[in-house]
């Protein structure tokens, strides 16, 4: 083979040499604009995620603020119904003693210790069944706003399960 031959055979596959290369440049460069485009749609789903889970995140800390105010707000009742029944008590058994000091008989005076007895157990019954359903409503009223945060998270899961 001389040189001239050879500067025919590529004078011949030079189009076609030329036409790979720009076709596997223009390829490439589709490609790399896909990575980047992929990557900022991946990033834009990450920032997404991030925002949302700091909001849920914030949301949590609001239900457990929401949750202590009202257990501050109900163990000041309850101390404040301990104290009333604690005043109350003391001033009927002062007005029971001084009845049973002036008794002029045993029989009196058993009477009215029992009277005292009895209405001590009405008081007292009254008194823990006031107790319970306070402190039934406070337990309610401190696990509601956490409870929500705990379904919205279970909803929150399950619509994120069901998409994937």
Known sequence: MNAETVLKSLEAITPAVEK???DALAQGKANLE???????ELMGTAVKSVTEMSEFAKGNVDALMVSAKAATNGFETLA?????HSKKSFEEATTAMKSMAAA???AEL??????????????????WSTMSETMLKVAGEIAQPV???????GETMKGLVSVK
């Open 80 to 84: 404040n119904l301990l104290v009333e």
């Open 147 to 153: 409870s929500t945060r705990v379904a919205l998270a």
């Open 34 to 40: 896909t990575v980047v485009e992929k990557g900022q």
């Open 20 to 22: 790979v290369t720009a």
């Open 110 to 127: 058993f009477q009215l210790q029992n009277d005292f007895a009895k209405a001590r157990f009405d008081h007292a019954v009254s008194m």
């Open 104 to 106: 002029k008989s045993p």
